[in-house]
């Protein structure tokens, strides 16, 4: 059945670090995003992709990167250099230029020590 | 500067009775507007949408209201039920841009038996 996965659910890293997380959807959307929630934050987009091979910042890219070399995938990197990176991210993904209800995957808790 | 706020972070309802959370935008090209529903550590799903063409839409027990001179929607769960406790997020897109949703805060709705 489709839908879309990321994985680990949780993940710990020491600081200085980089980890990739990982975003996988089947529902062949052609949108991805990448989401950041922290405690009374709401959602805060870091990175977004609208086709293979082509990505762009959001409202919190510092610190981030991503890649889109297939449409089913978008992984997220947390480089070291940003400042905060414990939170919850969540990737998400719709269809193209319409208002279509995006779909989330079930999120990953990254911690860093 | 936030263009999308939910100003109550809590809402306590007894079951049976209505839910009504709100929501306020600044920007007026904003004229789709979705609302979303978390449990803690899953990625959020939606739950119903509106038109700015519209000044309600239903879905069983799920009503969203648009106010456009006001600049405000509300959500309405009646009867509400105990399975409703979840974090609520308002989000709205506009015409012309990427119609990539700008995200709310979020309002943590607790039902009690």
């Known amino acids: 059945d489709g839908g879309i996965t990321q994985s680990p659910k949780y993940l710990f890293r020491k600081e200085g670090q980089n980890v990739t997380l990982s975003c996988e959807q089947n529902l062949n959307h052609d949108a991805m995003y990448w989401y950041r929630q922290d405690p009374g934050q709401g959602l805060r987009l870091i990175y977004y992709s609208q086709i293979v091979n082509d990505f762009q910042k959001g409202d919190i890219a510092e610190g981030y990167s991503v890649s889109r070399e297939k449409k089913e995938s978008f992984p997220l990197t947390v480089t070291s250099a940003q400042k905060n990176p414990t939170a919850f991210y969540l990737c998400a993904s719709n269809l193209r230029g319409s208002y279509n209800e995006q779909f989330f995957g079930p999120g990953t808790r990254l911690t860093v020590l | 500067d936030q263009q999308v706020k939910q100003n109550s972070p809590s809402l306590s309802v007894q079951e049976g009775r209505i839910s009504i959370l709100n929501c306020d935008y600044t920007?007026?090209?904003?004229?789709?507007f979705l609302w979303y529903k978390k449990y803690p550590a899953e990625g959020p799903t939606f739950l119903i949408s509106?038109?700015?063409?519209?000044d309600k839409n239903e879905d069983g027990r799920f009503t969203v209201f648009l106010n456009k001179s006001a600049k405000h929607l509300s959500l309405h769960i009646v009867p509400s039920q105990p399975g409703d406790s979840a974090v609520y997020f308002c989000a709205a897109s506009e015409t012309g841009g990427s119609y990539i949703p700008t995200f709310g805060r979020g309002t943590s709705l607790i039902v009690h038996p």
């Open positions: 920007n007026s090209m904003f004229d789709y």
């Open positions: 509106i038109s700015s063409i519209k």
